[in-house]
């Protein structure tokens, strides 16, 4: 099952609260020579960092808004043409979805190149009858090509956004802030339990920042919601990788009908079976 972010702050307080109560106290506490200059700079780097991951991951979720609003208008704009041309239309939005679906985010361009620029196929092949037909393909176009630039932008801020050194200088600090606060508590229950939220506090802001920086933060709506809910728009069934479920990162409602995707050979994701699921 998923550990979130509550459940690994939790488990972290519970367990630097108890070493506060059991390790002993020093005799020496001359650690505010230490402890202000950490705190600073370990202040700055954090404030640094959470301000260009946040506005990373918003500008994630905005390219997200508009990657799924223009292949839902695609298909819209493709049903005033009709017949086999929405069909295909909406087939390849599916199959673009599905693999979306599958594969992280960070692996979004690599794993759904060829899926998506099969959206292409039906545009080509179309002979427009008249000029409704025109200006539908027109828009079934530019939303293609909105999708198109969405994709590369997508490829931009998907990645992880802090690097190895970043991450040592913040642990580094981030330890001995820990430490520092150890060494400084008091003999009495007040101090200890204190020293052991505050020394929480400071690991909770690291894994708040790592979840941030990986995608994990809001990672159900981000993987699965919002595509799915392109399928829904498209007349589609809903749709979850079964590995999805067994880790605990989606949890489908009782009375709710739904496609779930088996891989006989995971990780490997290039063989799918579909099966449907009334739960």
Known sequence: MKRTLFYKVLLVTIILVILSFILPIPANKNVDV????????????????????????SELKKLLSILTANLVYMYHAATIIGGSFTTAVQEKIEKYILSSIDYSLVQHISSTDQDFLSLIDPIESLEPKNDRHRAALSSVTAGFHKVLEARYQLAEVAPREIS?????????LAFILVITLFLGRENGMLSQFSAGVFAATIIGTLLLLDEADSNQLQETRLEYEIFNQVLEDIGKKPYYPRFAIKKGVVKVQKGYSYRIGIFPKYPDLSIREIQEVNS
């Open 34 to 57: 230490i402890l202000l200059p950490a705190t600073f700079i370990f202040g700055a780097i954090y404030s640094f960092e959470i301000l260009k991951v946040i506005g990373n991951f």
């Open 164 to 172: 190895a050194g970043e991450w040592l200088m913040m642990i580094l």
